[in-house]
């Protein structure tokens, strides 16, 4: 660092500030506000103290303690290293290839994945800002008419704030219908099918509460779906002969978009629906189940559902009556999920085919009444489970006959306030899939403390012991370092 590598901003400052005489950390802070530097430079009281103890540390300064009128204060001193350090850091600042950058832009680049009438009024927040800055600026280059080298600098950042000022002005010109040929359709969605999901645009669009018109064609045949606020109003569908769908045709001619494989896409929220188009009366979430539902091969599917091995769990309980519409079949894979099973193992449950589970999976995941589930969540069920079922199945041999399930019944009974049931020797779990795991880790070790109680009330504590041994030794391992993260093996009431 000696050589002025590695310097920061601020570390170059306070250097180039002590270079003038010794100071303590409140004189800097007051140089800064003085000289307006905090105008042109990013800099906090804490950025100062912290530069201050970097730099005492590597040696580019030394501190000594003063006592005034009032507290003892640190008084720092440059070191000759420091002042090396100095000018090879000015060398590097002042030849320096680093292009200027604004984080500004970043909100202008995402601008097109907001309302239109939102981003308007977000710019003209800072269009106002930025009127603000430029009269502060002028100020400080009244105060700074003495000193060129702090005139240079406030004249640059005084030429920054007036070009963003008319590049905003350009921007927000476009935005209300006044033409400005440069910013032409910068609110405009495009993009291919083959890079985008259309589940994940239509959902942007409704998270958005965009108003607007989607468009999407093949090069033959264009559906359009216009929405307002983010809800789906009507849509049109055009064959590759140019001809108009007829109404009760244009929803499956929609949904049959979802099973498009190749195509381009445009949302303009300047366009609104077309004449004639057909009226929708669904939610998005409908929509998107009623899309998915048409969607026949694994390469879309696997967007969602990556292999048989994925797991999902439930979005809490949903009422599944009213516009959602089940069928059957989607109906029994959704309460098969419990957080644990795999695409394999409910395909089982429920006497379907990976490829038709995975297709429900699918739908009802772009839906959002499912979401993939949390590794660690899955460990801690599946953890619980084989913990509390060998337990269960190792008091056999001490019950009064094989259909003696009152052990069973009695855990129940105490844990009637708990999101879990014994049923016969299997567990039902119905905790919240939304709960926390550290919350759900609770709830698994009260259940295991009422279960481990009446184990030791009905059948001794050196029978509880020797059970739990033995369980212990059944555990996949993999499963015991989450039983013993969480505790569940020292569960008590």
């Known amino acids: 660092m000696e050589d002025g590598r590695g310097l920061t901003r601020n570390d170059l400052l306070v250097l180039g500030l002590l270079l003038d005489r010794p100071m303590h950390g409140y004189e800097i802070l007051q140089q800064i506000r003085a000289a307006d530097i905090d105008l042109w430079l990013a800099i906090s009281p804490a950025a100062v103290y912290y530069s201050l103890s970097k730099l005492h540390r590597r040696g580019l300064v030394t501190e000594t303690r003063a006592r005034g009128e009032g507290p003892e204060r640190s008084i720092y001193h440059l070191t000759d290293r420091g002042r090396q350090a100095f000018f090879a850091g000015m060398e590097e600042a002042l030849a320096s290839q680093e292009p200027n950058r604004s984080d500004y832009d970043l909100g202008v680049y995402f601008l097109n994945k907001l309302p239109q009438e939102q981003a308007l009024s977000l710019l003209q927040q800072r269009l106002e800002f930025l009127r603000r800055r430029e009269a502060e600026v002028s100020q400080a280059r009244q105060r700074a008419a003495s000193d060129p080298l702090r005139c240079a600098i406030l004249s640059r950042v005084a030429t920054c704030v007036r070009t963003e000022q008319a590049w905003l002005e350009g921007i927000i010109r476009h935005l209300r ?53 983010g809800r789906p109003v009507c849509a049109t569908a ?93 109906q029994a894979v959704w309460q098969a999920l419990d957080g644990i099973r795999d695409v394999s193992e409910v395909a089982r449950a429920c006497d379907l085919t990976e490829f038709e589970t995975s297709k429900i999976l699918y739908g009802l995941s772009i839906a959002g009444l499912i979401r993939p589930g949390d590794v660690e969540k899955v460990r801690l069920r599946r953890a619980f489970r084989e913990f509390t079922e060998l337990l269960c199945r190792a008091t056999r041999p001490y019950r009064a006959s094989p259909d003696d399930f009152s052990c069973e019944e009695e855990v129940n009974r105490r844990a009637a306030d708990l999101p879990i049931q014994f049923n016969r020797s299997r567990i039902e779990d119905r905790t919240d899939p939304a709960m926390r795991t550290e919350e759900l880790a609770e709830v698994y070790r009260r259940f295991l403390g009422i279960q481990k109680e009446v184990v030791r009330e009905r059948f001794g504590e050196t029978v509880l012991r020797r059970l739990l041994q033995q369980v212990v030794s059944q555990i996949n391992p993999s499963l015991m370092e989450t039983i013993q993260r969480y505790q569940l093996n020292g569960a008590r009431i």
């Open 177 to 229: 219908g006044e033409e400005v040929q440069e910013y032409r359709g910068m609110m405009l969605l495009t993009g291919d099918l083959r890079d985008f999901h259309l589940p994940d645009l239509i959902k942007l669009i409704a998270s958005g509460r965009h108003s607007g018109t989607l468009t999407v064609t093949d090069g033959a045949s264009v559906r359009s779906l216009s929405f307002h606020g």
């Open 238 to 330: 055009q064959g590759p002969d140019g001809e108009v769908r007829a109404p009760e045709h244009v929803l499956n001619d929609i949904c049959d978009l979802f099973r498009w494989q190749e195509g381009t896409f445009t949302f303009d929220q300047r366009v609104g629906p077309q004449e004639g188009c057909t009226v929708l009366q669904l939610s998005t979430e409908a929509l998107l189940l009623a899309g998915a539902r048409w969607v026949d091969n694994w390469m879309t599917i696997q967007r969602v559902v990556p292999s048989a091995e994925a797991i999902f769990e439930r979005r809490g309980e949903v009422d599944l009556s009213g516009e959602w519409r089940l069928t059957p079949e989607e």
